[in-house]
C-alpha cells in the first residue's frame, strides 16, 4: 500500500478557510477569557467572520469586539442560524452536546448524525478518525457509511483518502475471544468492500502504530474505542483535536469537545468546508 499521508492537509484546510472567510456561529457557554480570545484568533487570522451565540451580558463582560447573537439556548440559536442560512457553518464550541445534536438532527431532518473527527499526533501528522461518539459505528452497515460518508468529505479537500481499518485484535488472535473475531471478520469485510468501491483500504488489525505511518483515515472499530482514541491522544498524549464535521451535504457544523476551550482549528475547519459543501438543486 502506497503511503499517501497528507502533511500539508492543515496548510491546505487553512488556505481554503482564508479564501473563503465564512460566516461561522460559535456556540458559548460558560465563557471564559480563553474561549472568547480562540474566536477572536480564527477571526483576526481571516478563518472566518465569527460570530458568538450565547449569553451576551456573560460574553461582552469579559470583552470582545466580535459579533455576539444573545440568547439563553445557545444550542438552538446556532443550528437555527445555520438552517436559515443565516451563517455558513456552525461549530458547537462549549454548547451542550446532547442537546446541540439532538436539534441539528431534528431541525436538518436528519435520522443519524455520522462525523469524523480530524487529529494531529503529536509530531503533528494529521490523519481524520471515526467513528467517535460512543454510541457510532455499532454494526458492520454503520462502519462502512462512516467510511464511505467520510471519503467523501475528504476527497473535498482535494486529498485522497486512504483507509486504515482497525480491529480488536492480531490476525493471530483469533479464537481467543468473540468479540475481537468478530472486529477481525468485520476488518476484512470493510477492506475487501472499499477497494471493490475504488477506496483504497488496508486492514491494520490492533496495530495502530503501522495504521498512522501510512493512512490519512483511521477506522475504528467502534465509537468508544474511536473516543477513547481521540481522548488519549488529545487530552494525555500531546496530540491536538481540530473538530469533527458532520458529514453532510447541504449544511456545514463541526462538533467540538469542551474540554480544552481552545476553538481557533475547529473554526478554520468550518470556514474551509463551507466553501466546500453541496447546493440543493
Known amino acids: 500500500?502506497?503511503?499517501?499521508?497528507?502533511?500539508?492537509?492543515?496548510?491546505?484546510?487553512?488556505?481554503?478557510?482564508?479564501?473563503?472567510?465564512?460566516?461561522?456561529?460559535?456556540?458559548?457557554?460558560?465563557?471564559?477569557?480563553?474561549?472568547?480570545?480562540?474566536?477572536?484568533?480564527?477571526?483576526?487570522?481571516?478563518?472566518?467572520?465569527?460570530?458568538?451565540?450565547?449569553?451576551?451580558?456573560?460574553?461582552?463582560?469579559?470583552?470582545?469586539?466580535?459579533?455576539?447573537?444573545?440568547?439563553?439556548?445557545?444550542?438552538?440559536?446556532?443550528?437555527?442560524?445555520?438552517?436559515?442560512?443565516?451563517?455558513?457553518?456552525?461549530?458547537?464550541?462549549?454548547?451542550?452536546?446532547?442537546?446541540?445534536?439532538?436539534?441539528?438532527?431534528?431541525t436538518l431532518g436528519m435520522e443519524k448524525l455520522h462525523r469524523v473527527a480530524l487529529l494531529t499526533t503529536a509530531d503533528g501528522t494529521p490523519f481524520f478518525i471515526a467513528p467517535v461518539g460512543i454510541d457510532e459505528g455499532e454494526d458492520l452497515a454503520d462502519k462502512m457509511e462512516f467510511a464511505r460518508l467520510g471519503s467523501e468529505h475528504i476527497r473535498r479537500f482535494g486529498i485522497e483518502p486512504v483507509l486504515g481499518v482497525l480491529s480488536g485484535g492480531r490476525m493471530g488472535d483469533l479464537g481467543r475471544n468473540a468479540r475481537v473475531d468478530q472486529t477481525l471478520a468485520d476488518g476484512e469485510f470493510i477492506v475487501n468492500r472499499l477497494n471493490e468501491m475504488g477506496i483504497k483500504a488496508k486492514h491494520y488489525t490492533i496495530l495502530i502504530e503501522d495504521a498512522i505511518k501510512e493512512a490519512n483515515f483511521i477506522l475504528a472499530p467502534d465509537g468508544i474505542s474511536g473516543n477513547l482514541i481521540f481522548r488519549t491522544l488529545v487530552f494525555l498524549g500531546c496530540g491536538d483535536g481540530m473538530g469533527a464535521p458532520v458529514l453532510m451535504d447541504e449544511y456545514v457544523f463541526v462538533d467540538t469537545s469542551r474540554v480544552g476551550g481552545h476553538y481557533a482549528k475547529a473554526i478554520m475547519v468550518a470556514g474551509a468546508l463551507s466553501n466546500m459543501k453541496k447546493v440543493r438543486g
Open 1 to 106: 500500500m502506497s503511503f499517501l499521508n497528507t502533511p500539508d492537509l492543515v496548510d491546505i484546510i487553512r488556505k481554503k478557510a482564508i479564501q473563503n472567510r465564512a460566516k461561522v456561529a460559535i456556540g458559548i457557554r460558560d465563557p471564559t477569557k480563553k474561549i472568547i480570545s480562540s474566536a477572536e484568533e480564527a477571526n483576526d487570522k481571516g478563518f472566518a467572520q465569527v460570530i458568538l451565540v450565547g449569553d451576551q451580558q456573560e460574553i461582552l463582560s469579559l470583552g470582545t469586539s466580535l459579533e455576539v447573537v444573545g440568547t439563553a439556548e445557545p444550542e438552538k440559536v446556532m443550528v437555527d442560524l445555520l438552517a436559515s442560512g443565516h451563517v455558513d457553518a456552525a461549530v458547537r464550541g462549549t454548547a451542550r452536546a446532547s442537546e446541540t445534536l439532538s436539534y441539528l438532527k431534528k
